[in-house]
């Protein structure tokens, strides 16, 4: 009796370590999927900023609103502008999905929860200061400056330290001084004489975007620990992409003399100029499951390795970019040099590095 018990105790035990197995490679999927995910949102985006009314610098030396618009309020206003119609359409797209799923109510509930205060302060960190500097520094220096963006576990593991008390032990300090290096590897290639202008301008941005998501990380990792991840993602889209029209815009359109008038003349043109809306359509799409499987991924194989296999979009951001922009509609210059292609690939070992000890993929395999 004791040995039929036993074999059966034995037969369960393995069906649990198959089902977690299984279950841990399932969330190593999502959260790369999150990653690639990323990558297109920022391709589609970019390739919205570039058609249209967006196209060929259009607006600057022209009068909208009865104001002269210089290179300034072109690259800083029409990029938080760029921003917020990703993210208003994300948020547009996470509310349809939550009502076809029916948890439109739980997203009303949630709002008005300690942990829905979290993921909207959260929000404001990582929309109208962390997104619009994506978005300004994509426009100023191109895809290469995804990876510096993907310093952001980097840089929350070190505010995780400092604000938290979290740990940073030497294999976390070894992953950040390697994203570093990756970091600088990148700032080389504005160097050379054909560097496009603003360049380093554009990677300095970046590293206000990567300050912003580290510290979304740090906030958010509360929130989302007591929320459904498709709920979190509803209020992280709906927060920053409201706040940035009704907001951040605004505030622009006063600082460049325009004034709100201004503000609203270029949103009425962008949101009704069809030929680059489509491409907003499909980024906030793709906005929609870069996060909200980031989260999933992160709940099913740990923050740790989720941070790490989503921070591989300092890869596909710019791999999409060439494919969408580069090869899909002829835009020349696209591609990456060797440099910063490697620069990414270090990037990613480094994040990896910081999330988890790589030798515990090898443990997890001979489980």
Same mark, same amino acid.
């Given at each position: 009796?004791?040995?039929?018990? &036993?074999?059966?105790?034995?037969?369960?035990?393995?069906?649990?370590?198959?089902?977690?197995?299984?279950?841990?490679?399932?969330?190593? *999927?999502?959260?790369?999927?999150?990653?690639?995910?990323? $990558?297109?949102?920022? @391709?589609?985006?970019?390739?919205? %900023?570039?058609? +249209?009314?967006?196209?060929?610098?259009?607006?600057?030396?022209?009068?909208?609103?009865? *104001?002269?618009?210089?290179?300034?309020?072109?690259?800083?206003?029409? &990029?938080?502008?760029?921003?917020?119609?990703?993210?208003?359409?994300?948020?547009?797209?996470?509310?349809?999905?939550?009502?076809?799923?029916?948890?439109? $109510? #739980?997203?009303?509930?949630?709002?008005?929860?300690?942990?829905?205060?979290?993921?909207?302060?959260?929000?404001?960190?990582?929309?109208?200061?962390?997104? *619009?500097?994506?978005?300004?520094?994509?426009?100023?220096?191109?895809?290469?400056?995804?990876?510096?963006?993907?310093?952001?576990?980097?840089?929350?593991?070190?505010?995780?330290?400092?604000?938290?008390?979290?740990?940073?032990?030497?294999?976390?300090?070894?992953?950040?001084?390697?994203?570093?290096?990756?970091?600088?590897?990148?700032?080389?290639?504005?160097?050379?004489?054909?560097?496009?202008? &603003?360049?380093?301008?554009?990677? /300095?941005?970046?590293?206000?975007?990567?300050?912003?998501? $580290?510290?979304?990380?740090?906030?958010?990792?509360?929130?989302?620990? %007591?929320?459904?991840?498709?709920? +979190?993602?509803?209020?992280?889209?709906?927060?920053?992409?409201?706040?940035?029209?009704?907001?951040?815009?605004?505030?622009?359109?006063?600082?460049?003399?325009?004034?709100?008038?201004?503000?609203?003349? =270029?949103? &009425?043109?962008?949101?009704?100029?069809?030929?680059?809306?489509?491409?907003?359509?499909?980024?906030?799409?793709?906005?929609?499951?870069?996060?909200? /499987?980031?989260?999933?991924?992160?709940?099913?194989? +740990?923050?740790? /390795?989720?941070?790490?296999?989503?921070?591989?979009?300092?890869?596909?951001?710019?791999?999409?970019?060439?494919?969408?922009? $580069?090869?899909?509609?002829?835009?020349?210059?696209?591609?990456?040099?060797?440099?910063?292609?490697?620069? @990414?690939?270090?990037?990613?070992?480094?994040? =990896?590095?910081?999330? %988890?000890?790589?030798? #515990?993929?090898?443990?997890?395999?001979?489980?």
């Amino acid at each position: 009796m004791n040995e039929v018990s &036993g074999a059966a105790n034995a037969k369960a035990i393995t069906a649990k370590k198959k089902l977690s197995s299984s279950f841990f490679k399932k969330g190593i *999927t999502v959260a790369i999927l999150s990653g690639i995910c990323y $990558g297109l949102y920022s @391709a589609f985006m970019t390739l919205g %900023m570039a058609k +249209g009314v967006w196209a060929n610098n259009l607006y600057v030396g022209t009068t909208v609103g009865g *104001t002269v618009l210089s290179s300034f309020v072109m690259i800083y206003m029409l &990029g938080a502008l760029g921003s917020a119609l990703n993210d208003t359409i994300s948020g547009i797209w996470c509310i349809l999905i939550a009502a076809v799923k029916g948890k439109l $109510g #739980d997203f009303f509930r949630t709002i008005k929860t300690k942990p829905g205060a979290v993921m909207i302060v959260a929000a404001l960190i990582g929309g109208p200061i962390a997104s *619009t500097a994506y978005v300004v520094s994509l426009q100023m220096a191109g895809s290469i400056i995804i990876p510096i963006t993907a310093l952001c576990p980097a840089i929350g593991a070190i505010l995780g330290r400092v604000l938290f008390k979290q740990e940073l032990n030497a294999r976390m300090m070894a992953g950040v001084a390697i994203c570093i290096i990756a970091s600088i590897m990148i700032g080389t290639t504005g160097m050379s004489a054909d560097a496009p202008a &603003g360049l380093m301008l554009g990677i /300095l941005i970046a590293f206000i975007a990567a300050l912003g998501w $580290g510290i979304e990380g740090c906030v958010a990792g509360y929130g989302t620990s %007591m929320i459904d991840y498709e709920i +979190g993602i509803t209020i992280r889209q709906c927060t920053s992409g409201l706040t940035n029209l009704i907001i951040l815009v605004p505030l622009w359109g006063i600082l460049s003399g325009g004034g709100i008038g201004l503000a609203g003349e =270029l949103i &009425g043109d962008v949101v009704t100029d069809m030929p680059s809306l489509i491409f907003f359509i499909i980024s906030g799409f793709a906005s929609v499951y870069a996060y909200s /499987l980031w989260y999933k991924g992160n709940s099913m194989c +740990g923050a740790a /390795l989720g941070m790490a296999c989503n921070g591989a979009y300092s890869f596909w951001g710019p791999f999409f970019i060439w494919i969408v922009l $580069g090869i899909f509609d002829g835009q020349p210059g696209k591609g990456l040099p060797p440099i910063a292609w490697a620069a @990414a690939i270090v990037m990613i070992f480094g994040i =990896l590095m910081i999330s %988890m000890n790589p030798l #515990d993929l090898l443990k997890k395999k001979e489980d």
